[in-house]
């Protein structure tokens, strides 16, 4: 099969109490792992890709893999920018062959950011490719940020409503406490803001930094609204702890293959339990 329909998958998952893993592809072993794990666990998934991760596989490379992948895969697939900083990056994943994107106007005052996710709406909707905005500022696990700078970058439920509602977006991933990169302690999701902003919008809504938030409070959020959770800070210390931990005790190997394979073996277990945590194995649908 080729791609799946992100809007269908992430709204099934919406109605129905669990989230489609969002995992972000860096290379080969990253996508064989994600959409073997996927199929292990008879869930549908998402190959999240970032501007940094283009910019280091290509991007004809990178469409040509997730294509490969989801026209071999059992289960439904699905292409998604992740991060979309400009109309113009809209465009290239658009041309190149993404099924779904996001376009983060988080940095813009509200009324910018609306008429930039409209505008992506706009060319998007026509073509098929479902559209994610972002609201609030989901910043990284390093900012140095006091706890009322942090309080400020939370998405309002009312801004959010104004949002869906001008924009037409499939997905919002709404500010509400988490944060990209390794956690430093354990973060505060503002779970009472999640209530109001699902109240306000009943529209499917992402959890970014989803690596290191506790597993009891993934579940809380998907029980509150959200449907699509985004992982790569695990599948990449996974990885990389593997690869170390093999060459500290074999020096001697050489043979990329060797370190890499063992590598790709730890990324797809570690999908499989995030799978299940999100309560979407054995969700595939019938019609994507």
Not at 33 to 55: C, F, M, T, W
Not at 103 to 132: A, F, K, Y
């Amino acid at each position: 099969m080729g791609f799946a329909s992100f809007r269908t998958i992430v709204r099934d998952a919406f109605e129905h109490g669990y989230a489609v893993g969002h995992i972000n592809i860096n290379n080969l072993e990253f996508v064989q792992a994600i959409v073997d794990a996927a199929e292990a666990e008879e869930a549908p998934v998402i190959l999240g890709v970032s501007e940094g991760a283009i910019k280091y596989m290509g991007l004809d490379y990178t469409v040509a893999l997730a294509r490969t992948a989801a026209e071999r895969a059992k289960v439904p697939v699905m292409l998604h920018l992740d991060h979309g900083s400009s109309f113009e990056w809209v465009v290239r994943a658009v041309r190149a062959g993404f099924s779904s994107v996001m376009i983060d106007g988080s940095h813009l005052p509200l009324e910018e950011n609306i008429r930039l996710t409209q505008r992506v709406v706009e060319l998007c909707h026509p073509l098929g490719i479902d559209v994610e905005g972002e609201l609030g500022r989901i910043g990284g696990t390093d900012d140095d940020l006091t706890v009322d700078e942090r309080l400020a970058t939370l998405a309002r439920p009312e801004d959010a409503e104004k949002f869906v509602s001008s924009t037409g977006v499939d997905a919002l991933a709404a500010a509400i406490g988490s944060a990209h990169g390794r956690y430093k302690g354990r973060p505060q999701l503002d779970f009472d803001r999640l209530v109001a902003i699902r109240r306000a919008t009943n529209t499917p809504l992402v959890l970014h930094g989803g690596s290191g938030i506790p597993d009891e409070d993934v579940v809380r959020a998907i029980s509150l609204g959200i449907a699509k959770v985004n992982i790569n800070t695990e599948n990449q210390e996974a990885f990389t702890a593997t690869v170390r931990a093999l060459l500290q005790k074999n020096p001697d190997v050489y043979d990329p293959r060797k370190y890499l394979a063992p590598a790709r073996d730890a990324i797809k277990e570690t999908v499989r339990a995030k799978l299940r945590l999100l309560g979407s194995s054995h969700r595939v649908l019938t019609s994507v």
